[in-house]
């Protein structure tokens, strides 16, 4: 099973959110998305936020652009989770609202060996056959 998350947050003052990319680079933002469908998510916040949002206002923009993340993005689930953190108090929504519920499979889709013709194996290398000719290792610190 592979699991995948998105993350979205707003801050009012006080604290603020950051944002650590695979490749070091860091953004400092009062609202964050991040993951497959961050665009269409970072959209949704740059339409709607506001200073100054209450807490439902907050979790609705949120949801909004979790929404829009999910819908044009077919790898991002159907779910949308929120947490809201105050001080002294975690409060987690999971799920907030479920966006998309998984249908059952109409049909069989299995398929017995040799449904796809090879026209040519002259091109084919087989997995085995290959080799690492240069590798690197990075650090990210």
């Known amino acids: 099973k592979q699991w995948y998350q998105r993350r979205v947050a707003i801050t009012a003052g006080g604290p603020a959110l950051y944002t650590v990319y695979p490749h070091g680079s860091t953004d400092k933002l009062p609202y964050v998305t991040m993951g497959s469908g ?53 409060q987690q929504f999971r799920p907030y609202e479920v966006i998309c519920k998984k249908s059952e499979r109409q049909g069989d889709y299995t398929f017995p060996a040799g449904t796809t013709a090879v026209k040519s194996s002259h091109d084919m290398v087989p997995f085995s056959a290959l080799r690492v000719t240069d590798e690197e290792v990075m650090e990210i610190s």
Do not use: C, H, P, W
């Open 38 to 90: 961050s665009l269409a998510a970072m959209s949704v916040f740059e339409d709607g936020y506001k200073v100054g949002m209450n807490e439902e206002e907050a979790k609705k923009l949120v949801r909004d652009a979790i929404r829009a993340g999910i819908v044009n993005d077919l790898g991002s689930g159907s779910n949308v989770d929120i947490t809201v953190i105050k001080q002294g108090s975690v």
